[in-house]
């Protein structure tokens, strides 16, 4: 069951795969951008994060907490998030995916707006492997390649203020979008 625009999360505490230390949801000091991503190693996912780490203290600044949800074994994850700053979730399970209606589908990589991302994902992401700047992807993912992309603004209080269900792959939060979203939860508030 997707949640629309005011329901209301209920308080967690999640576990951040890099430190171990706990990740309140709702944040109740900030707004919380809760991205759910698909495996570790997604080339696109990544070329994602690193627009949103290129941002991140805009992102701060802007009272939003970033905290990263993957369907992969935090094992799995540690090696692909290592540098980031903010927290990655691992939810090998997929009871968040559940809870917050956040699908798989074929349309992840077939639509014919996800093949230029999922492309320059590939090429780039090979740049970076030779590199040796980025790991590559475990050949097979538990959870399968064909998860969808979602974003969600939560309130200190647990209110949704807005959300995107993906409809493809890359079908996600530019980080133009997330501020601009911030900025009218704070005018309305």
């Known amino acids: 069951m997707r ?6 999360v209920r308080p967690r505490t999640l576990t951040a795969v890099r430190d171990g230390l706990p990740v309140p949801v709702p944040d109740p000091a900030r707004l919380v951008h809760l991205q759910f ?3 570790a190693g997604c080339p ?5 994060l690193r627009s ?13 907490r970033e905290v990263v949800v993957f369907h992969s074994a935090a094992d799995e994850l540690r090696e692909h998030v290592a540098g980031l700053p903010f927290e990655v979730v691992a939810d090998p399970d997929k009871r968040l995916y559940a809870e917050f209606g956040v699908e798989s589908s074929c349309r992840a990589l077939l639509s014919p707006r996800a093949w230029w991302p999922v492309l320059r994902a590939v090429a780039l992401g090979t740049v970076e492997l030779l590199r040796g700047r980025q790991k590559a992807p475990a050949r097979t993912q538990e959870n399968g390649r064909l998860g969808l992309p979602a974003d969600f603004l939560v309130a200190p209080d647990g209110t949704v203020l807005a959300r995107s269900y993906g409809e493809h792959v890359d079908d996600q939060w530019p980080v133009e979008t997330l501020l601009s979203l911030a900025a009218e939860a704070r005018t309305a508030r």
């Open 52 to 64: 949103v780490v290129r941002r991140h203290d805009e992102i701060e600044a802007a009272g939003i």
């Open 44 to 48: 696109v996912c990544h070329l994602h």
């Open 3 to 8: 949640l629309d625009t005011g329901s209301t």
């Open 37 to 39: 991503r698909r495996f």
